[in-house]
Every structure is written in C-alpha cells, then in structure tokens.
C-alpha cells in the first residue's frame, strides 16, 4: 500500500519557493470526503500553476487547451454535449467557452446535415498552432508541480483508484444522459 500525503502547496508560480499548507482533510472523518479535498485542492493548486504559465507566455486560458486537445484528438469533428466530460465548465459555460475560442479563430463549427440544431466542432489549423505552442508550456508546468512532486507508485495508485470512480460515475449519468462517453 502506498502512503499519500495530505499536506498541500502553496505555490507561487513567480518563484521557485514552494511552501507546505496545513492538510485540507482535517475536519473529514470520511476517508472519502478526505479524498475529495485533496483531490480539489491539488486540481486547484496545479491548474492555477498552468495558468500562470500560459498568460505569462502569453497564451490562451488553460480552459482553451483542455477544448483544443479534446478536439485535436479526435479523428472527426466532435458534438459539444460529447466534450462535457473532458472540459471543466458546466453546459452552458462550454457554450460560452467555445464562442470565444471560435471568436479566436481556433476551432470551427459545423452543422450536421440531418438535424440543423446540432453542430459539431473541428479545430483548425491556427488551432492546432496554437495547441503546439500552449502544449510544452502547459507540460512544463504540469510536471513541475503534480508530475515531478508525485512517486510513479503513488500516481499508478491514484490512477486506478480514480478511474474506477470515473467509470462508474460516467455510466450512471450517461445513462441518465447527462454525459457521454467514449
């Protein structure tokens, strides 16, 4: 078994100094709820880090990067509803994520032939640019605070753990259609 900490960092993006918070679990009694914390506080902390390093590169959000990555992945264009799961914004704040990314010239928007309701984005080719140059400034950061702070014994652990809860959460909202999933 592979010991975690609870202790988080406060870090300053501007400064190589890193300093230990308190842990954020305390007060939990449920190992879960525990879990929970950690998990934000990290996500939190090490999505901040990201972006400061693209706005300091001058670069779009890392929000744009999460949508251009999930598109670019893809072999065809991709339904917005089927991206929910892959970006951090609700429903209603993809819609607003993607005016502006679109606004920008990054990704484009298509309407499907048999239902005019229904679009379907690609990323273009100034996107894919973009992407090429927000992508080593995003895994820079990404390793200096979560990839090179975290053994790989504890990130196999975290993973597997995660993606059990991941697909089983995933199945039950797909099935009630609030995401979907590959």
């Not at 300091?56 to 991709?78: E, K, N, Q, S």
């Amino acid at each position: 078994i592979v010991a975690l900490s609870t202790k988080a960092a406060i870090i300053d993006p501007m400064s190589e100094e890193t300093a230990i918070a308190e842990p954020q679990t305390e007060g939990h009694t449920d190992p879960s709820a525990a879990a929970w914390s950690a998990i934000r506080a990290s996500f939190e902390i090490v999505s901040e880090a990201m972006e400061h390093a693209l706005a300091d590169a001058g670069l779009p959000p890392l929000a744009w990067y999460d949508v251009l990555v999930t598109v670019d992945a893809r072999p065809a264009p991709v339904r917005p509803k089927d991206m929910l799961c892959q970006v951090s914004v609700t429903k209603s704040g993809l819609t607003r994520l993607l005016d502006r990314i679109e606004k920008a010239g990054l990704i484009e928007r298509t309407y499907c032939p048999s239902d005019r309701r229904g679009t379907f984005i690609a990323i273009t080719e100034t996107g894919k640019d973009t992407l090429a140059e927000m992508r080593p400034v995003r895994e820079a950061a990404f390793s200096r605070f979560l990839g090179d702070r975290l053994a790989v014994e504890d990130a196999e652990v975290i993973t597997a753990a995660l993606d059990s809860v991941a697909a089983s959460a995933a199945a039950e909202l797909e099935g009630e259609g609030n995401c979907e999933v590959d």
